[in-house]
T-cell receptor
Framework: NAGVTQTPKFQVLKTGQSMTLQCAQD?????MSWYRQDPGMGLRLIHY???????DQGEVPNGYNVSRSTTEDFPLRLLSAAPSQTSVYFC??????????FGEGSRLTVL | GDSVTQMEGPVTLSEEAFLTINCTYTATGYPSLFWYVQYPGEGLQLLLK?????DKGSNKGFEATYRKETTSFHLEKGSVQVSDSAVYFCALGNTGFQKLVFGTGTRLLVSP
């Protein structure tokens, strides 16, 4: 009963380093998305995908890259980490009912 | 663009007290409205939803009614428990998929 799995749960980076946050879901959902959660700002959409091979930008896409080669996986890449990208990142998936299923989150600190 | 405004927290209550968390929205068209809950150290999970005006969503003793005339979707519970302590997010969805717009979240703290 895995649902949405995110790795890693915690990561510390230095400014300028790159990394990939992994997200996998086993519910055969077409829709997947990445949000970041910051104090006082709620959740903000970074990128989303409505199916394999299709991605689009959300509200705060700068500094992030995504791809969707399979239905199951939706990795988020930080190209050159900046302190402003210190945040908690959530991956979510869903179908056309409006309900999103979230992973447990990945806490990223950029020094 | 679409937006959601929630009351700021934290909301601090004693067990068995009545809870209201206010949520208002701005949107074009006819959005669906949601309440999500985030327990400590976990991701968000859907608490309840309403898809059209005057619908009432309910789950685990929580209720919210979609009020189009006041553009509101306030969350209520008649008697809170310590286990309800969490962060509650109001959200709206106004497209064909799940590009949800979230409020800033309201932290609820319930003491015994």
């Amino acid at each position: 009963n895995a649902g949405v799995t995110q790795t890693p749960k915690f990561q510390v980076l230095k400014t300028g380093q790159s990394m990939t946050l992994q997200c996998a879901q086993d519910m055969n959902h077409e829709y997947m998305s990445w949000y970041r959660q910051d104090p006082g700002m709620g959740l903000r959409l970074i990128h989303y995908s409505v199916g394999a091979g299709i991605t689009d930008q959300g509200e705060v896409p700068n500094g992030y890259n995504v791809s969707r080669s399979t239905t199951e996986d939706f990795p988020l890449r930080l190209l050159s980490a900046a302190p402003s990208q210190t945040s908690v990142y959530f991956c979510a998936s869903g179908q056309y009912t409006g309900e999103l299923f979230f992973g447990e989150g990945s806490r990223l600190t950029v020094l | 663009g679409d937006s959601v405004t929630q009351m700021e927290g934290p909301v601090t209550l004693s067990e068995e007290a009545f809870l209201t968390i206010n949520c208002t929205y701005t949107a074009t068209g006819y959005p669906s409205l949601f309440w999500y809950v985030q327990y400590p150290g976990e991701g968000l999970q859907l608490l309840l939803k309403a898809t059209k005006a005057d619908d009432k969503g309910s789950n685990k003793g929580f209720e919210a009614t979609y009020r189009k005339e006041t553009t509101s979707f306030h969350l209520e519970k008649g008697s809170v428990q310590v286990s309800d302590s969490a962060v509650y997010f109001c959200a709206l969805g106004n497209t064909g998929f799940q590009k949800l717009v979230f409020g800033t979240g309201t932290r609820l703290l319930v003491s015994p």
